[in-house]
């Protein structure tokens, strides 16, 4: 099983692991409510992509160095993933927000528009997606998490 034995493949996937753990406590903190789904969601507090992506870029260094082609290559897929997460991703769920916001306001006219009640078992359309991307913050703190979870495993194995 030499699956078991790439450190880098690991952390990278405790990066992911963790990062979507740690939401739930996050979460419950901010709000005092518990959310299971953030363990599957995107979005949120901290970036699990920020935290696989150091973590896999963290893990390479430790094994090729910092000198080392493999390195430079993880160096800018992780900075390609991250400006992602707070750039694109996160305007597309901007734009969610403010997409669902107009579908409500254009359902509350027709309904006035007609003056008609609203009926019961109407089909509801379904919330476009709004935690699609992260705050330069939540990337910030997955990126150390990754770092940090890289150094930790390094350091004891």
Same mark, same amino acid.
């Given at each position: 099983?030499?699956?078991?034995?790439?450190?880098?493949?690991?952390?990278? $996937?405790? #990066?992911? $692991?963790?990062?979507?753990?740690?939401?739930?406590?996050?979460? %419950?903190?901010?709000?005092? &409510?518990?959310?299971?789904?953030?363990?599957?969601?995107?979005? #949120?507090?901290? *970036?699990?992509?920020?935290?696989?992506?150091?973590?896999?870029?963290?893990?390479?260094?430790?094994?090729? #160095? $910092?000198?080392?082609?493999? %390195?430079?290559?993880?160096?800018? @897929? *992780?900075?390609?993933?991250? @400006?992602?997460?707070?750039?694109?991703?996160?305007?597309?769920?901007?734009?969610?927000?403010?997409?669902?916001?107009?579908?409500?306001?254009?359902?509350?006219?027709?309904?006035?528009?007609?003056?008609?009640?609203?009926? *019961?078992? &109407? &089909?509801?359309? &379904?919330? $476009?997606?709004?935690?699609?991307?992260?705050?330069?913050?939540?990337? %910030?703190?997955?990126?150390?998490?990754?770092?940090?979870?890289?150094?930790?495993?390094?350091?004891? @194995?």
């Amino acid at each position: 099983m030499e699956l078991l034995h790439n450190l880098p493949l690991i952390a990278a $996937l405790l #990066g992911i $692991l963790i990062a979507q753990l740690v939401k739930i406590p996050i979460h %419950f903190i901010a709000t005092r &409510e518990i959310d299971w789904g953030l363990f599957t969601s995107t979005g #949120g507090m901290p *970036s699990s992509h920020s935290a696989a992506v150091s973590a896999l870029t963290t893990a390479i260094a430790f094994e090729n #160095g $910092l000198s080392s082609s493999l %390195f430079a290559i993880a160096a800018i @897929f *992780s900075v390609i993933v991250m @400006f992602d997460a707070t750039g694109i991703r996160y305007q597309a769920g901007q734009q969610a927000i403010v997409i669902n916001q107009m579908r409500k306001d254009f359902q509350t006219f027709i309904i006035k528009a007609k003056a008609l009640p609203e009926k *019961s078992g &109407e &089909e509801k359309i &379904e919330e $476009l997606k709004t935690l699609l991307g992260h705050r330069p913050i939540e990337v %910030f703190f997955g990126c150390l998490t990754g770092i940090i979870l890289s150094t930790l495993l390094y350091t004891l @194995f």
